[in-house]
């Protein structure tokens, strides 16, 4: 038996495998391996993409995030600011109100002192008046009396000269 | 569990598959001779030109395949049944006036007159030529069988794609995408380099496949040592082409380490030179024989450990050649994937190599 058989390679199954093999791959190319090769690349990639998207989406999400808080402090300080505010507006209007409030008193205070004041004025009066009259009635009764005697008008002049010697 | 149930009954198939088909084939030899264990391994090595599948009741079951010759009168073509399965010369077949013999599956013309083959010392026909022969030979014909299960799978399995949405490996994509993605990521990029990888896709992908189908049609007994990718042909045309795509993508840089080495002294370069020129061609040659003797290598050895059942004309040898066979078919099925890995792997650092940018 010839053992060279083994490594001689016959022209029939060369011939046939190169043809086969080159039908082989532009067949597979064509239809297996460019639609394998591109949807298993296609998917890498949008996995990529989808993975970017989603590190974006996080930063994002952070950003929002210490966005919502920045105006949530401002929120925050902007409403202890417009309570400070209304405090202090509702403390001026008190405060004004009050002051108001004591103005009118005073004012009223002052009209009633003004008015107890002048009646007072005028009820003295009165009673001077009243009390001139009864005094000068008073005085001409003891005149009248004290004139009815000649004695009694000379001790009269007398006790009235000598007050003038004190004067 | 259901894993390893599922192995075993694998494996269990394997053995009974392994050993009846070869017991089967190996006893007609018997029957009529002395039994020759190198002719029956040799028969089961070698291409045929006829799908020889079994011997029942002394008469071959087989598949006839068509014969292609080409002679100094044109195309001749028949079917190898005209030969009557034989081998030994003996069965004379006319067409288109000529007068073909078919010796140790290999055909000759015979001249006029003559009716059998003979020849020199130096075993030359004396009487006969050898026309070109381009036949439909066994290892053709499961070529072409494997090409039809390669396409069937692989476009079954790239039609999957376009039928789901958003790209999702469904079905029989599932199973393909993984080993795609392998050649792809295990092979192509680190061996060529992430920027020129794409344009060797097709080939590494298709050699891959092609070797690996072939490399496990050849261990499936029933087909009765289909043994393609353990043929020096097969192996030999695939290394040429690997051979033909590394040249034609060799740049600037390629060449001058062949021709040139750059880096070290002109003595040194000229005493280089001769080595790399024959480096280039050693490189597909090594392809060449790796594949081809490592594949035979495995049949040779199931058919001789399934030979000494015959040998020693014992019952009591098969549990130790079955024991052995099985074996060593376990360690094939591996072997089928390592081969076409390897051929795949260094074809693609050949391309890697020719395709390299300078960065000294």
Redesign the interface.
């Known amino acids: ?2 053992s060279t ?14 043809i ?2 080159i ?3 532009l ?3 064509k ?10 690349s ?2 890498e990639e ?1 996995i990529k993409s989808a993975l970017a998207a989603a590190e974006e989406a996080k930063k994002e999400m952070q950003n929002l995030q210490s966005d919502n808080e920045r105006i949530l402090k401002e929120a925050r300080a902007e409403r202890d600011a417009m309570l400070k505010e209304a405090r202090e507006i509702k403390e001026s209007i008190v405060s004004e109100a009050k002051q108001q409030a004591k103005i009118e008193a005073d004012k009223m205070v002052r009209t009633a002192q003004a008015t107890i004041e002048s009646e007072k004025k005028a009820a003295v009066a009165d009673i001077k008046a009243q009390v001139a009259t009864l005094s000068v009635d008073i005085a001409e009764k003891v005149i009248k009396e004290q004139l009815s005697g000649k004695d009694k008008q000379l001790k009269l002049v007398e006790d009235m000269l000598g007050d003038i010697k004190l004067n | 569990m259901k894993l390893q149930s599922m192995k075993t009954r694998f494996l269990t198939i394997c053995l009974i598959l392994f050993s009846s088909s070869l017991v089967f084939s190996s006893e007609t030899e018997e029957e009529g001779a002395e039994f020759n264990p190198q002719a029956m391994i040799t028969h089961h090595v070698l291409d045929a030109h006829e799908f020889h599948i079994i011997d029942w009741n002394h008469h071959p079951i087989s598949l006839p395949l068509p014969i292609i010759l080409w002679t100094e009168n044109g195309l001749v073509t028949f079917m190898s049944s005209a030969f009557e399965h034989d081998d030994s010369g003996k069965v004379m077949v006319a067409r288109n006036g000529g007068k073909f013999v078919k010796l140790h599956e290999k055909i000759y013309q015979l001249d006029a007159g003559a009716n059998t083959v003979s020849f020199d010392a130096e075993h030359h026909p004396v009487n006969a030529s050898k026309p070109l022969d381009i036949s439909i030979t066994r290892n053709v014909f499961m070529m072409w069988v494997s090409v039809i299960v390669l396409l069937l799978i692989f476009i079954a399995a790239a039609r999957r794609y376009k039928k789901s949405e958003n790209n999702v490996p469904t079905g029989i994509a599932g199973f393909i995408e993984p080993l795609v993605v392998f050649v792809r990521d295990e092979i192509g990029i680190p061996m060529i380099g992430e920027h020129k990888y794409k344009k060797y896709m097709p080939y590494l992908l298709t050699i891959f496949f092609f070797i690996w189908i072939n490399n496990i049609f050849g261990l499936i007994p029933i087909l009765n040592g289909a043994n393609l990718s353990g043929n020096i042909a097969f192996t030999f045309t695939l290394a040429i082409f690997t051979f033909i795509i590394t040249t034609f993508s060799g740049n600037k840089n390629y060449w001058k380490h062949i021709f040139w080495m750059p880096g070290v002294p002109v003595p040194m370069k000229i005493f280089l030179m001769p080595i790399e020129i024959i480096g280039m061609f050693v490189k597909p040659i090594s392809l060449m024989i790796r594949l081809f003797a490592n594949i035979t290598a495995g049949h040779i050895i199931v058919l001789a450990l399934m030979s000494l059942i015959f040998i020693f004309k014992s019952v009591f040898i098969a549990p130790v050649s079955v024991g052995f066979a099985l074996f060593i078919g376990v360690i094939e099925i591996i072997v089928t994937a390592i081969q076409a890995y390897i051929f795949t792997v260094l074809s693609a650092l050949y391309f890697g190599m020719a395709t390299e940018e300078e960065h000294h």
């Open positions: 038996m010839d058989q083994f490594v001689t390679p016959g022209f029939g199954l060369v011939f046939w495998t190169a086969t093999f039908f082989l791959l067949i597979l190319k239809f297996a391996w460019k639609p394998i090769l591109g949807a298993v296609d998917r949008s």
